[in-house]
């Protein structure tokens, strides 16, 4: 499985940005697909999770602010970022879920949010 992040950029506060998670290949059990983000000198963490039954899931500091969606047509996810804050400024990464464990990763894209 291969995944391609794309739709990071340069936005004001409060503005908003969409990311993307293009999936190609094939695996019978991924059950989930995440995003993670990582801010210089800080460890990676997560940001959001949807199951392959549509079951979302979000770190507490962006509930209400992001949502995470799926096109299973398009092999996609999708993360809908509101409302940005600079401390949402990262490095963004897709994931895919096999069990318990992400076990693909993206190449990362970039948000940063400017005060």
């Known amino acids: 499985v291969q995944l391609q992040a794309s739709g990071g950029g340069l936005v004001q506060a409060g503005g908003s940005l969409r990311l993307s998670c293009v999936a190609s290949?094939?695996?019978?059990?991924?059950?989930?697909m995440g995003w993670y983000r990582q801010a210089p000198g800080t460890q990676r963490e997560f940001v959001a999770t949807?199951?392959?039954?549509?079951?979302?899931t979000y770190e507490d500091s962006v509930q209400g602010r992001f949502t995470i969606s799926r096109d299973n047509a398009k092999n996609t996810v999708y993360l809908q970022m509101n409302s940005l804050k600079p401390e949402d400024t990262a490095v963004y990464y897709c994931?895919?879920?096999?069990?318990?464990?992400?076990?693909?990763w993206g190449q990362g894209t970039q948000v940063t949010v400017s005060s």
């Open positions: 994931a895919a879920r096999v069990g318990s464990q992400y076990a693909y």
């Open positions: 290949g094939s695996r019978f059990d991924i059950n989930g």
């Open positions: 949807i199951t392959r039954g549509g079951i979302t």
